[in-house]
C-alpha cells in the first residue's frame, strides 16, 4: 500500500464540484466516516486562484480542527481536465475554475498546508464514486462494475482487476455533438426548452412538474432515450456484472428508468445488474481518500 498507510489511519477525502467543496475524514477499514463529520463549502468558481486555494484550505483547516487531527494524507476527487500524476489543472473552456489552468495544484497546497507534497493525491472525480461504491456501497463485492453520474456533466468509470479508471465516455460523438450535452442537466433543460419554449433553472424544476405537464415528462423520457443509447455502448463494450448509476439526476430515476429499462432489455444481449449509487456524495469522499489504499 502507499506510503505505509495503515488501515485504521484516518484519511481526508475531498470532492471538488463545479461550485463547492465536500470533505470528511475517512476510515479505510471501515469506510466510515469520523464523527460523522462532513464539511461543504460553496466555492466562486469564476474566482482568482488565491481565492479558491484559500477556500479550499479553509475547509481543509475547519476538518481537522473538528475532528481532532493535526494533519493528514489528503486524496482529492477532482474534474476534469486535470494531470491527476502531476496535480496540475488542466480545466479551461469549461465556466469553471479558468484561474487554476496549469497551476500545479499539489505544490500550492503542499505549501499552504505544510504538507508533503506525497500526501496529496488526485484522481477524476467519477472514478472515484465508482470506486467509493465497489469497495463500500452498492457495487461491494463485484469484481467487474462500470458507474455514471449524471448532473452538470456525465462521468463514466470503470472497475475491473481491482484498478477503477475514468472511462472518459462523455465526448462520445452523438447526434452531432457529444452524448454529455444530451445526457447532463444542460440536456435535460435543453429538452424541456424546445418543447415548452421555457426556460427553467434546474432539473429539479422540470422534476416537480412531471405529474401536470406534458413537456416535463417528454423531456425526461428524452433524456431517457439518450441515456439508453450510452449505456447500450458502455455495457457492449465491457459486459459488466453491475452498472451503478449516481449523480443529482440519478434521484429523478423513477421519470424515466421505465423506459430504459425497456430499451436496454431490447438491445443488450447479456443484461448487469443495475443499482442506484448507495452512499450518495460520500462515494466521492470515500473514493479520493481510497488513493492511498491503492496497490
Known amino acids: 500500500m502507499t506510503d505505509n498507510i495503515t ?3 484516518l484519511v481526508m477525502g475531498i470532492d471538488i464540484g463545479g461550485s463547492h467543496i465536500t470533505a470528511a475524514m475517512a476510515d479505510l477499514a471501515t469506510g466510515q466516516l469520523a464523527n460523522g463529520q462532513v464539511i461543504r463549502r460553496g466555492v466562486d468558481r469564476h474566482a482568482d ?3 479558491i486555494l484559500t477556500t479550499w484550505c479553509g475547509v481543509i483547516s475547519d476538518l481537522w480542527a473538528a475532528t481532532g487531527v493535526t494533519s493528514s494524507k489528503i486524496g482529492f476527487a477532482m474534474p476534469g481536465p486535470f494531470n491527476y500524476k502531476q496535480g496540475i489543472s488542466l480545466i479551461t473552456g469549461f465556466d469553471k475554475y479558468e484561474a ?3 497551476l500545479n495544484i499539489r505544490e500550492a497546497l503542499s505549501q499552504r498546508l505544510q504538507l508533503p507534497a506525497e500526501d496529496l493525491l488526485f484522481r477524476n472525480d467519477a472514478e472515484a464514486f465508482l470506486e467509493g461504491e465497489v469497495y463500500y456501497g452498492a457495487a ?3 469484481a467487474h462494475a462500470i458507474g455514471i453520474t449524471l448532473g452538470t456533466g456525465l462521468g463514466s468509470a470503470i472497475f475491473q482487476n481491482g484498478v477503477c479508471r475514468d472511462a472518459e465516455l462523455s465526448v462520445l460523438p452523438y447526434k452531432g455533438e457529444r452524448i454529455e450535452d444530451f445526457v447532463s442537466t444542460r440536456g435535460l433543460l435543453r429538452n424541456y426548452q424546445q418543447l415548452s419554449g421555457e426556460k427553467v433553472k434546474d432539473a429539479r424544476v422540470i422534476a416537480e412538474r412531471v405529474a401536470g405537464d406534458v413537456h416535463a415528462a417528454e423531456a425526461f ?3 431517457g432515450a439518450d441515456l439508453t443509447w450510452f449505456l447500450q455502448q458502455f455495457i457492449q463494450q465491457q459486459h459488466p456484472d453491475i452498472l ?3 449523480g443529482n439526476i440519478a434521484q429523478a430515476w423513477p421519470l424515466f428508468c421505465s423506459d430504459l429499462l425497456q430499451g436496454l432489455s431490447a438491445c443488450v444481449t447479456r443484461m448487469p445488474a443495475i443499482v442506484m449509487a448507495g452512499l450518495g456524495e ?4 470515500l473514493g479520493g481518500a481510497h488513493c492511498f489504499a491503492r496497490h
Request: glycine residues 10%.
Open 7 to 9: 488501515a485504521t489511519e
Open 49 to 51: 486562484a488565491d481565492t
Open 100 to 102: 487554476l489552468y496549469q
Open 140 to 142: 461491494k463485492g463485484h
Open 221 to 223: 423520457r428524452l433524456f
Open 244 to 246: 451503478v448509476i449516481g
Open 282 to 285: 460520500h462515494a466521492a469522499l
